[in-house]
């Protein structure tokens, strides 16, 4: 919970800058839909919020935004596909703003599409690396 607010609290001050600013959104753990962020105690694995991931790249993409670009980095095998299809069509409309979105992910040899569906969806991509 201490590290999500914290990441939240580093997003939401980029986004108040009064420079242009390249924006880093970290997703770490697997691709929900609707669930909060954060840790699933069941299953002792992290997961990320479509949710959350779409209303950050709405704020990015609105006019009063200086944010000039966003690095998406993922940490994931995967998820639901449902949630990275809602991600996937964000990233597309961030980038028709005229912002470019980069990717950089780190997926396990067991990756399902949902993390490749998000990489399509960017400009550029470095190549995935595999976790541990």
Request: charged fraction near 20%; include cysteine.
């Amino acid at each position: 919970m201490g590290a999500e607010r914290t990441q939240k609290q580093r997003e939401a001050s980029v986004l108040e800058q009064e420079q242009p600013v390249v924006l880093c959104i970290q997703a770490y753990g697997d691709l929900c839909s609707n669930k909060a962020q954060g840790s699933d105690r069941v299953q002792g694995r992290n997961s990320v919020s479509s949710r959350n991931l779409c209303e950050l790249l709405q704020t990015v993409r609105s006019k009063e935004s200086r944010v000039k670009a966003v690095v998406l980095r993922i940490v994931s095998p995967g998820g639901v596909s449902t949630a990275a299809h809602s991600v996937f069509h964000e990233v597309m409309k961030v980038r028709e703003s005229g912002r470019p979105v980069l990717a950089c992910a780190i997926m396990p040899p067991v990756a399902d599409t949902s993390c490749q569906l998000l990489l399509i969806g960017c400009m550029h991509s470095l190549p995935p690396s595999q976790g541990p």
